[in-house]
């Protein structure tokens, strides 16, 4: 119930935002469609959603933001510079990391950052040994404790905060 | 005042653009699909995303800026999974690492 409620609002937030400047039609509206959404996908949205009252949660997402848009310009600089490389530099190989997150959201931000920062596209989630495999344009660590500390670590440990 | 925003939303748009050139120059050069992935995924969300956080700066909070801004969450949220569910489903269908790979723990372990 809990879940289909933050689903209701989070979804009548994004209607209100999709018909901006909202008059009270399109709120009207926007109410039955979000509790239609909410009705047949409630459910899947929110495992744990009492973990949405705590406030550290929020401000430790907030110090994740900065770090996350750093390390995405890194990733970009880093992708142009190999590209537009004459010799093309890459070194291109699939390594192993470990994760200790559990909760799906929290495997799947770890995941989107993989994909977004330097070099790094995670391929797939082995989620019972808790292994997420990341192909790598440039290895330098074949070994999974080195390419869990070069890949893994600066997200983990803020993540672990918010999601866990 | 307004002047120095639009400037400063060109420049975004700009940098969006640059960005997205260098993405499909990675398209083209980079010779499997896994390193083409990356260049894909990761130049062409930050180049879309600079590209609309300009429009934003220009236009501003009017609809089309709301409109932006939503565009920019869901595409960070959606283009890394999509990236991921493409190089899975390559791999599982059978298609080799390039040449000057090192090495494939993935298919090591079975999968």
Known sequence: MKSRMILFVLAFVVWALLNWIPDWQHLVVGVFVAALVAYLTGDMFVQRPHLFKHVERYLWFLYYIPIFIWEMLKANIDVAYRVAHPSLPIKPGIVKVKTSLKSDTGLTFLANSITLTPGTLSVDIDREKGYIYVHWIDVKDKDVKGATERIAYRFERILTRIFE | ?111
Do not use: W
């Open chain 2, 1 to 111: 005042m307004i002047n120095v925003i639009h400037i400063i939303g060109f420049i975004f748009i700009s940098i969006g653009l640059a960005f997205d050139v260098f993405g499909c120059l990675g398209l083209l050069r980079l010779p499997d699909v896994y390193n083409r992935l990356q260049a894909a995924t990761k130049c062409i969300t930050l180049g879309t995303c600079s590209i609309l956080f300009g429009m934003l700066l220009i236009v501003g909070f009017t609809a089309a800026g709301i409109k932006a801004i939503l565009c920019i969450i869901f595409l960070l949220l959606t283009s890394p999974v999509a990236a991921h569910a493409l190089a899975r489903a390559a791999h599982k269908s059978g298609v080799k690492l390039c040449e000057s790979s090192v090495i494939d723990k993935y298919e090591e372990d079975g999968n």
